[in-house]
């Protein structure tokens, strides 16, 4: 997936912490089936605004996706297996 860029920062965050590898997150991408949902929160409102969702990977391991969109681009922002409230909110939303 060419259009996405992850930062260092953030691979190393996403190895260390959260176990999630960059193909994990390109399996999400492609696997995704729900809605784009829009993080509005006052803390962490963007410009463009962060969009989240959640899906699997091919193994079947759900994780949620937050990103910022850039014309083509997509700024992968962080990847983690989501809590029970997230999972929640995207099963009414998503």
Same mark, same amino acid.
């Given at each position: ?20 590898? @960059? !193909? ?5 991408? $492609?696997?995704? /089936?729900?809605?784009? *949902? ?22 079947? @391991? !759900? ?5 910022? $969109?850039?014309? /083509?681009?997509?700024? *992968? ?18």
């Amino acid at each position: 997936m060419e259009a996405l860029r992850i930062a260092p920062a953030i691979l190393v965050k996403l190895k260390d912490r959260h176990g999630v590898s @960059r !193909s994990e997150v390109e399996q999400c991408f $492609q696997n995704r /089936a729900g809605r784009l *949902l829009t993080d509005d929160r006052a803390l962490t409102k963007t410009n463009p605004p962060t969009l989240w969702f959640i899906a699997p990977t091919n193994r079947g @391991r !759900s994780l949620k996706i937050v990103y910022i $969109q850039r014309g /083509a681009s997509i700024d *992968l922002k962080t990847a983690y297996e989501p809590n029970e409230v997230e999972a929640s909110i995207y099963r009414r939303h998503g």
